[in-house]
């Protein structure tokens, strides 16, 4: 099982985290290692920077923050190895300008070079979401190690239920915004295959979304386990709709309180819930799942 996952991403040592869309949960996240990487051949311009950079005066997002006209001009030319480029990293904080009270972040990444190819702009979006997070020169933590929480078992009058949860991707696979059709599929088949040696409690079933019908799909929404459609013009707009459902599914224990969600906005979701205030309990599920599925092992080895 463990070689399914060997391509998984990335390094311990150095990561950066991005919220792609801006969801707000701190666990949305996307590690990366610093590996330095060349970007891909500059794009042919018929028209200067000055006169494609976007109308961002009204935007209330991260990118609009932080994209200067000199910014601009200096990624605008460049892509990734992929040919993901600047303008498709911002379009969906160009289309969608954000509300007043609430501040998004405004571009996604399209493959993991992108976090170097564009760093100009995505470490100071990075560091504004993530309250100060410095990719250059921090390194974010990592403690899955649940004996250490001493309490976590909330009131059941207040606590109606709870959930922990991450985003992981697999190394060398396009991410959600910028992934071919075989890509996707590649996912899907990588981690589908690792799941399917999950024994005992964590043993589960996978549901692909194409072989779902409209009413299965609505129930696992409406009880909370499934992922919603993408109608969401945040979605739309950085290219993760694309060709749905194809390719999205999910996976979960026989109980329903281990799960993995497979190509939604990120590779994948890993979450553990159940009713009611354990947490401990929770995060202790959570931890034993991502050790057994081999993204916890891997760190030593592969450097995720």
Known sequence: MA???ARMLSSKRNVRILSL???GSLTAGFLLNRERVTAGAQARR???ASAEYPDLRKHNNCMASHLTPA??????DKTTPNGYSLDQAIQTGVDNPGHPFIKTVGMVAGDEESYEV???LL???IKERHNGYDPQIMTHPTDLDSSKLTSGNFDERY???SRVRTGR???GLSLPPACTRAERREVERVVVDALAGLKGDLAGTYYSLTHMTDQEQQQLIDDHFLFDKPVSPLLTCSGMARDWPDARGIWHNNTKTFLIWINEEDHTRVISMEKGGNMKRVFDRFCTGLKEVCFYNLIGVHRW
């Open 21 to 23: 869309i801006g969801a």
């Open 123 to 125: 470490d100071p979006v």
């Open 159 to 161: 606590v109606l239920s």
């Open 118 to 120: 564009f760093a100009d």
């Open 3 to 5: 070689n399914n996952f």
């Open 71 to 76: 910014i601009y001009a200096k990624l605008v």
């Open 46 to 48: 018929v028209y200067p």
């Open 169 to 171: 991707s697999i190394r």
